[in-house]
């Protein structure tokens, strides 16, 4: 299966030096738990609801002037359109993540593909055991 075909398609990046008030905002707004972060027209991390939960929340910092690239999960993981969906799969199993930033063929980001997009798109039992591989640093 292709990749695009089971993807959520249109998603968005926050500015790395956007408050991270705004940034949980899109989440809200998106009903979304992660949303990758940019600088200077390139993807340089991704911001969670985890990450906004222990570095912002329980630190207590302030939302309103702490910024995207200062609490980010640093680096980033993507899938691109022209790799397969098992490709995209085994990438996450390898990395233990639950979301892939899509690119084209011009590293523009053009949507997201998570564990729940995956489900929808390929057997349970494929889903299932990839959840458990990506869960498993959990026990």
């Not at 299966?1 to 408050?19: G, L, Q, T, V």
């Not at 939302?63 to 200062?70: F, K, S």
């Not at 057997?123 to 498993?136: K, N, P, Y």
Request: net charge negative; glycine share 8%; with cysteine.
């Amino acid at each position: 299966m292709n990749i695009e075909d089971a993807m959520h398609p249109k998603a968005d990046w926050a500015s790395a030096d956007m408050p991270v008030n705004e940034v949980a905002r899109m989440m809200a707004t998106d009903d979304i738990g992660a949303v990758p972060v940019g600088k200077d027209d390139r993807l340089i991390g991704m911001l969670t609801d985890r990450d906004l939960a222990i570095r912002v929340v329980a630190a207590r910092r302030d939302p309103d002037r702490t910024l995207a690239e200062q609490v980010m999960s640093p680096g980033i993981v993507f899938c691109t359109t022209h790799e397969t969906l098992e490709g995209a799969i085994h990438l996450m199993d390898q990395k233990k993540i639950r979301r892939l930033p899509v690119l084209d063929g011009n590293k523009r980001m053009i949507g997201m593909l998570g564990i729940g997009d995956i489900a929808h798109a390929v057997g349970q039992s494929l889903a299932g055991e990839l959840l458990r591989a990506v869960a498993a640093h959990h026990r």
